[in-house]
């Protein structure tokens, strides 16, 4: 995020070693451009209130794996055209 300033969007695993994507989102949002930058949580283990907390934690949108091709497209493409 530091060293690229063409990242336009983020596809963020939640389940992640070391450092969760929940942590991961945070430290993203206090970043100078971290604030604007589109966040999207991607989960394996989906359980009731996973996608509150990732949005709380700064996530835009949020998807369960398995993911389907077309609706990742067609969230990717919202968030980008904004």
């Given amino acids: ?25 945070k430290e993203i949002r206090k970043l100078e451009r971290g604030s604007d930058l589109p ?3 991607v989960t394996a283990k989906a359980m009731k209130g996973d996608r509150e907390k990732c949005i709380e ?6 998807l369960s794996k398995p993911v389907d ?4 497209l067609s969230v990717l493409r919202g968030w980008l055209h904004r």
């Fill in 39 to 41: 966040i999207i949580a």
């Fill in 57 to 62: 934690a700064g996530a835009w949108d949020y």
């Fill in 69 to 72: 091709r077309l609706h990742l």
């Fill in 1 to 25: 995020m530091r060293r690229d300033a063409h990242i336009d969007i983020v596809l963020m695993d939640i389940m992640m070693p070391e450092m969760d994507g929940i942590t991961t989102i």
